[in-house]
């Protein structure tokens, strides 16, 4: 069963439960082995260079060597390897990512808490939110609402909040108390005789009713990413936020923004929250933040939500919540100095100059007969692939022609993320414009083949 996989991929097969995999097919096509990374590129076991097109899982925003990161893990390690920030202890580092991230924040924000993932960055302003409305003598305000298609972590809450069906299925979730309004992806859900206007105002008045429904005493926030990720590189309509604000403010419901993806410049400003004109009173992050060289996240919080954190304590005696890692000091370090070196590169100019070129190269095949759909903002975008492009109706989920695309993307050193049939970029952010010329040059050559495998599998191209 194995013969065709080399030992690192045996043994894998062996050993490794993967996350988010086909475990059964997983056994039969093995592992795609990196052994090392330089700048945008990943090496495979047979040396293979590939541009990571996700960078990572949306994560790696300065490639996969960049010394100063690496220095300043090794200099963190040597000076204090861990100490931790429970019982009203600390250390330097932590105060400074801290102070940092108040001071990048879009909007006035009080305090920072730090996880190690976006997972528990988002479980974490869940239990806030619970403690807080508590706080305020308010024990049914509990609810929080999320999207279709929305993707915020693993824990027990945060999947529950993903709008993804493989999160729930089986596992027994949703837990109560989380709701689901609609996705704001136009192109998929917008009706054919309505504006994006018109659609972001019937899904501010779909969010309304459903709070009126459920009511609005019961609802305590609704959470978004600005720009959908996993859910396939969303982007709502430009005055979606807007109206959605407006339903917000007028039931008392706060805004948790997850900026997991979409900070630290992906979008083409600093914060997703900027690129949609969004308010948030909760902001949560992880990825960017250390540009995935060591695991953490943290919760951006306002003033008032941390007020009643402040009463709560006193009345309990503890803020009874805190991971031993929670403000590790060496990944403090090295999130403090990704910041520099976002700055040093005035990253929001470069993602928005570069991103520009990787937008309109894709924009380039927007007549060819299998694309649906190119979107997209900064340094994220998609590429939707459809049965028909006139209608937009798409394949059926099997017929795998995104999963088919990839593996060709793979063949000529691309790596993509297929969601569906949206094939994902988020390459790092430090790429060159002659680095997107060639991930386009891939691009280009993985659509032609699969143009080619459908037309020999008898689809009309012409539709
Ligand atoms: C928007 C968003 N929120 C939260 C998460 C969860 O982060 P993590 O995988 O670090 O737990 C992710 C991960 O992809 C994400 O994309």
């Known amino acids: ?18 996350p988010y995999t086909n475990l059964s097919t997983h056994v039969e096509t093995g592992p795609l082995v990196v052994t090392r990374g330089d700048g945008i590129y990943v090496y495979d076991t047979d040396g293979n260079q590939l541009i990571e097109g996700l960078s990572g899982l949306w994560c790696t925003s300065l490639g996969f060597s960049e010394q100063r990161l690496i220095d300043a893990a090794n200099a963190a390690m040597k000076r204090l390897p861990f100490f931790y920030s429970f019982f009203g202890r600390g250390h330097d580092v932590g105060v400074d990512l801290a102070e940092r991230l108040i001071s990048l924040a879009p909007v006035p924000m009080s305090k920072a808490f730090f996880t190690s993932s976006g997972s528990e960055a988002n479980d974490t302003a869940i239990k806030l939110i619970w403690y807080y409305n508590n706080a305020l003598g308010r024990p049914e305000k509990k ?55 018109e659609f972001a105002t019937r ?63 992906r979008t083409g400003n600093y914060w997703g929250a900027q690129t949609r004109n969004i308010c948030p009173d909760i902001m949560t992050m992880a990825k960017g933040l ?36 929670t403000g590790h000091p060496v990944c403090a370090s090295v999130a403090l100095e990704a910041i520099r070196i976002y700055e040093d590169l005035r990253i929001v100019d470069r993602v928005r100059r570069v991103g520009a070129r990787l937008r309109a190269g894709l924009m380039r095949h927007k007549d060819h007969p299998l694309v649906g759909e190119v979107r997209g903002v900064g340094l994220m975008a ?6 028909n492009k006139s209608t937009g109706e798409p394949f059926d989920a099997s017929s795998g022609v995104g999963a ?29 414009e002659e680095q997107v010329d060639s991930l386009l040059e891939k691009f280009a050559r993985a659509l032609d083949d699969t143009a080619d495998m459908l037309t020999r599998a008898g689809h009309s191209l012409s539709a």
């Open 143 to 197: 609810k929080i609402i999320s999207r279709h298609k929305a993707y915020h972590g693993v824990t027990i809450a945060t999947a529950s909040l993903c709008g993804l069906p493989a999160n729930h299925q089986e596992f027994d979730l949703p837990i109560k108390n989380i709701l689901h309004t609609d996705c704001p992806h136009a192109y998929r859900f917008g009706r054919l005789d309505e504006t994006d206007e």
């Open 290 to 325: 250390t540009s995935a060289y060591l695991p953490m996240g943290a919760v951006l919080i306002s003033d008032e939500i941390f007020q009643a954190l402040v009463a709560q304590s006193e009345k309990l005696g503890i803020f009874g919540h805190g991971y031993t890692y």
């Open 382 to 387: 998609a590429v939707e692939l459809v049965r």
């Open 203 to 265: 899904l501010a008045d779909n969010l309304e009713e459903l709070i009126l429904e459920e009511e609005p005493d019961t609802v305590a926030a609704f959470i978004a990413e600005p720009i959908l990720g996993a859910g396939g590189v969303l982007v709502p309509p430009e005055t979606y936020y807007a109206k959605i604000q407006e339903v917000l403010e007028r039931y008392d419901i706060l805004f948790v923004c997850d900026e997991v993806i979409n900070g630290f410049g």
């Open 1 to 18: 069963m194995h013969d065709r996989l080399n030992s690192v991929q045996a043994r894998d097969v062996a050993y490794v439960l993967h």
């Open 404 to 432: 088919y695309f990839g593996q060709r993307s793979i063949q000529h050193g691309l790596i993509v993320r297929t969601i569906g049939d949206s094939i994902c970029l988020a390459p790092p952010l430090i790429i060159t």
